[in-house]
């Protein structure tokens, strides 16, 4: 609980009053008298603050430790954007390393501070020693004198409440009295109740406060939400009996919106919506041989139409998209942009602004390429020649959007600009909107896309797509759910209009049924490109992505025919998304635990959520168990350790399968039977034994 | 090579001419224009500078990288206390983690700055795709009138060398001469020569200046060292016939000071060399019930006849004692002192400052204990109470013992001390006398373990003696050798008078040679305590210590009998430090290699110096193979890398066993039997074919 009279700015694991702050004592060492060492959250390197979302649960550990035996107690120090501080005690792991740790969920969007404090417990220096030296017969008077003393001092400590200052005076008198014997002495030392007020109110000497970092918090959709992803022009496109094709438009697709939303998704993404180039305009599989109908690449932006700041006229009018806004609100729907910062040949840039592109020896400018490869319908930008002029420039633009009501960018290929210019894109509006999501697409090597997510971006496209094995997911959701969770967010898209993997295209319907459910319970964010309910699973021969891409046609699907005849996965995922809002574990990126099984294709984690950091004040538990080969039916023993959510080993608990509602007794050895051609995976929930 | 006129400070393995330095933009944000991550060598936590030794080989690496696919590269700028300043070029790793790496040796003592820049490599990136376009036909006049360009440019710049400018010129001319064919054009892209001249000096732009870093470069013995320790009680002590002893004194004990110099040790250590306090005695084997004529252990400090301020009189006088430091010196020895900060009650410290004391309830000073346990021949001192008068005292003390010339303290305990007084004395000490080495005796948990390494002291005590098998000893060189490298140097003792391992205890005499093998080789410090050479193995029962323990009483040794008697290790003692004397591979820390090999107990390890970083301007590399089952004659494969040496894979070498003669022909896979009766070791030094 938060202080009296204060706002709620946290949820704590073990939030104790409030008490006054000591003061750093200048000194000359860079050490303080009792040290700490490493702490998380923290970004390597230090130049960045860790970041967290509202109501994430956010462990913090640092390596505390000091000379001797003597016992030491550490504090977290929290204060609030709004200025609410609290204090919360940390737990010693007790794994041989020094780390303690508390977890505590933060309320309150903006930067907070936080700074730990150590100091020498000493109520638990004289209990540790007491009970042993007392119960051993060795200076028992001198002990119980000894505490005696730290009771009196305690009860004398003005902010003590007078029930405890009563019941500490008391004891100092039995431990003083001759009278009571070093038996009945012995129970003072061990009461757990004297214990439990020392540990909220503990008698600290050699306080040490240690250096103040910061932590940036987010609103809550830059960590959690179910994305999904269609291109307008395909949602309610038409063949015409000539032949063309008459283009969706922000009208035609506002009436998909309703049906997405019922599938349970909180974020649209589109592709971009601008005009596109004409010039070397890319046809249908990425041939440079394109139709007068072809509609070419959205992200081949620009054309005598418009460029960045305009709406592509087949989708409707800048007055369509709002409405397309507003509707998608409606349901419960938050639109987000593509922000892909590149020119076709004819965007109006390229003629207003040649400077903002690389202009060869011969008088030409360069296009896209990747030696000896080009790609002739785009030219890339050089951010070099002009930096403030394109700063100014990418900037209009996203206040133009974010003045449409985005409040969402997804940006396409990041890792091919300067990670300076991301830098100062997303600090600089989000200063302005605090709101504002920005969402890397940098498939890339690890060093530029933590760098991205550590110098700003709220989330990242992850590797997860190509992370299919039992063991590959293991080390990828211990990655993202601890190594990299003080960073970076990742987003685990299932599919995307560049990426259908060979797993997807070979695994059937039960892989499109084991990613969407690993994808929406390991991950606090994740998504879905439009097709994927309808299992499309035919790639262009040799490539990874589909035949016919998206990218360079219209779409026709007839989402409730396929409902109809049970060929949607629609239903599916509807489930996984009711199941997601109902759980809170499920809405968190930390605290994912890998759990062993005896079977190589068979992945089991549990994510736990303490009833002191959920919103609901109810402990959320569930057990996650897949069958991740496609082609199988598999048997095996799973071995879950209840500890982590504060069942003793060996008890038996009882859990919900939410996919199918069955119920079992489970225990810490349990054996799981999953059929990939019937329902690959388990989402248990456990329940409660009252 | 250093630059010209300036004195050598480093061994480099990729020192380019000296350029001038770019000087840092100032920028808004964080991140500079080419980005880069974490580097090494540094400290976690970042409040400390990292620590070499001169003649150290340090690894430097860093993460960097830029958008997109130009090629970038990568310099360490260093400067030396002095002032001499080097550039090196670093190379990429090329492991997917975009990281970067250069070798160089600090060759002058005190605090180095240095810092990464990275910039764009323009021709690098010209080169690739000049290579790639040219050849496949594409763009082939275009990129033969950039690469023009950018030769004309360089040739333009004032510091490069004539003849590399008229090179530059003639291929500029030729790019541009359409008489020469793209065939012949792409001999001048890919033309080593040229691009020889550009890696040394590189087309630069975009050039970014990161952050300065600090090392502390230390004397080579604050890193390298085989150290011999010995009581100097016993060297000399005679039994009288009336049964009583007699105690070795500094000038019998001086004797002793050839024989350990002749065995190739270069630091000799003394237990305390104080008055031992009277009261409470320990007695033989820790007993409470000392006779009187025992002399009690060394760490007891303190009596009427002095403190830590005094020699004990039994030893001799002050005098006696800087004649023994002298003779040790003539002999090639330097002599470690103990620092034990406790007090034995007789102690003057208890009398003239109980303040330094913790005063208990009823009057007394509290003993040093492990509760239940108590020690009541120590007084532990509380550094809580008057910090700066203990401060000052200790300083004097140190200060007292340097002006007799010693250089080298090794503390006991010091975990059991405040980590911020460690910090405060050894910078105020080094201030005044860089030279002086603090090794610190910490058994204790890896934080306060590695703090007291982070904060200041030189070498630390380690975990080797409980390393044993070769997992157990893999992990442990790793940890070592890379992992904590940056701010620790352990030292591994092969024994202690407190530590007397199982393996020792009951591994025979093959045990002790793999032990010391391992810790003369593995380590750059290591250390013996005497009786080893003798194979002394027997425990006080239960205990790890051995029994009649030299702490509290005399030891009689006649290393004379037992060496001619073929019972003495001191041969192959003085075999293991003719070879480290020889092989400056061995006193490197950093650059040991864990090998493969298909025994569970035969482990290998390779440790290599470029000829670039040797003090002798030759490669060195050593093969060490050991059967750490002292019970047992094995045979294996052992796999090598000889990359690690710059050899290609599958080529043949020889090798030449340092302890027995044997010369073999090796290569990647390599037969072995190690016979632990017979010489359960290799030392192979790879010989140089010509």
């Known amino acids: 609980m938060a202080s009296l009279n204060a706002p709620v700015s946290v949820r704590s694991s073990a939030e104790i009053p409030l008490r006054p702050a000591a003061s750093t004592r200048a000194g000359t060492t860079r050490t303080a008298r009792l040290p700490i060492g490493e702490h998380r959250p923290s970004v390597p390197g230090g130049r960045f603050s860790p970041t967290a979302f509202v109501g994430e649960a ?227 599989n990425n041939t440079l041989t394109p139709s007068p109908g072809d509609p070419g690449s959205p992200w081949a ?78 030219y890339p930008i050089n951010f070099d020649n002009d930096p403030e002029g394109i700063k100014a420039e990418v900037l209009r633009i996203v206040r133009h959007w974010i003045a449409q009501g985005v409040k969402i960018f997804r940006v396409d290929n990041p890792h091919t600009k300067p990670l300076q210019f991301w830098e100062w894109l997303i600090a600089t509006v989000n200063a302005e909107h605090p709101d504002v999501v920005f969402l890397a697409e940098a498939f890339t090597r690890p060093a530029p896309l933590q760098a991205l997510a550590q110098i700003g971006f709220q989330q990242s496209y992850s590797y997860f797509t190509w992370r299919n094995t039992k063991s590959e997911l293991e080390e990828f959701f211990t990655w993202i759910s601890d190594e990299t969770a003080d960073f970076m967010r990742p987003n685990l898209f299932v599919n995307t209009p560049d990426i259908l993997t060979e797993y997807l295209q070979f695994g059937g319907r039960p892989a499109y049924k084991v990613r969407a459910a690993l994808a929406s319970t390991a991950g606090a964010s994740y998504g879905v490109y439009a097709g994927y309910e309808l299992y499309e699973n035919v790639a262009r021969p040799g490539s990874e992505e589909n035949i016919d891409n998206e990218k360079y046609e219209y779409k026709f699907r007839d ?11 629609a239903p599916y995922l509807r489930r996984l998304n009711e199941i997601r809002r109902a759980h809170p574990a499920l809405r968190q990126l930390r605290g994912l635990h890998v759990q062993r099984t005896d079977d190589d294709a068979i992945l089991a984690y549990v994510k736990h959520l303490d009833a002191a950091l959920s919103p609901t004040g109810e402990s959320d538990t569930i057990i996650v168990v897949a069958n991740v080969d496609p082609h199988s039916a598999r048997e095996t023993t799973v071995h879950i350790d209840p500890t982590l959510w504060g069942l003793p080993r060996g008890v038996a608990y009882d859990v919900e399968d939410l996919l ?15 059929d990939a051609f019937v329902e690959p995976v388990h989402i248990l929930a456990v329940k409660e034994r009252s």
Do not use: C
């Not at 505590?104 to 700074?115: C, D, I, S």
């Not at 989402?559 to 996965?569: K, P, V």
């Open 559 to 569: 989402w409730d025919r396929a409902e109809q005849a049970g060929n949607s996965l």
């Open 58 to 284: 956010v462990p913090f550990t640092v390596t505390a430790f000091r000379e001797g035996h003597d016992r030491i107690g550490v504090h977290l120090r929290m204060t609030s954007p709004t200025g609410v501080t609290t204090l919360h005690r940390l737990s010693p792991l007790n794994d041989g390393f020094d780390r303690w740790r508390v977890s505590v969920a933060p309320l309150e969007q903006g930067t907070w501070t936080f700074r730990f404090e150590t100091f020498a417990d000493d109520f638990a220096t004289w209990q540790h020693a007491a009970d042993l030296k007392i119960a051993a017969g060795v200076d028992a008077a001198l002990m119980r004198e000894i505490g005696a003393r730290l009771f009196e001092a305690a009860a004398s400590e003005r902010t003590r409440p007078a029930a405890e200052k009563r019941t500490l005076t008391t004891a100092a008198k039995a431990l003083r009295d001759e009278a009571v014997s070093d038996d009945a002495a012995l129970t003072i030392v061990r009461d757990p109740h004297l214990a439990a007020g020392f540990a909220a109110r503990p008698v600290a000497s050699l306080v040490s406060v240690h250096e103040e970092q910061t932590m940036l918090v987010e609103r809550e959709r830059a960590g959690v939400g179910a994305w999904y992803e269609f291109f307008p022009r395909s949602e309610g496109a038409e063949r015409l009996p000539d032949g063309t094709v008459r283009s969706g438009t922000f009208r035609t697709a506002a009436k998909r919106l309703p049906g997405v939303a019922a599938m349970g998704f909180d974020v649209l993404y589109l592709p971009p919506i601008h005009p596109i180039g004409e010039v070397n305009r890319k046809g249908p």
């Open 301 to 378: 932006i620009g054309s005598a139409a418009g460029g960045h700041d305009t709406v592509h006229p087949d989708l409707g009018t800048l007055e369509d998209f709002r409405a397309f806004v507003t509707a998608a609100s409606e349901v419960g729907l938050e639109v987000a942009l593509d922000l892909a910062l590149q020119a076709a040949p004819d965007h109006p840039w390229v003629s207003a602004h040649p400077e903002w592109f690389t202009t060869l020896p011969d008088g030409s400018i360069a296009y896209a390429e990747n030696p000896p490869k080009k790609y002739q319908d785009i």
């Open 660 to 674: 199918t509602g069955a119920r079992w007794t489970w225990g810490e050895h349990n054996y799981v039977r999953l």
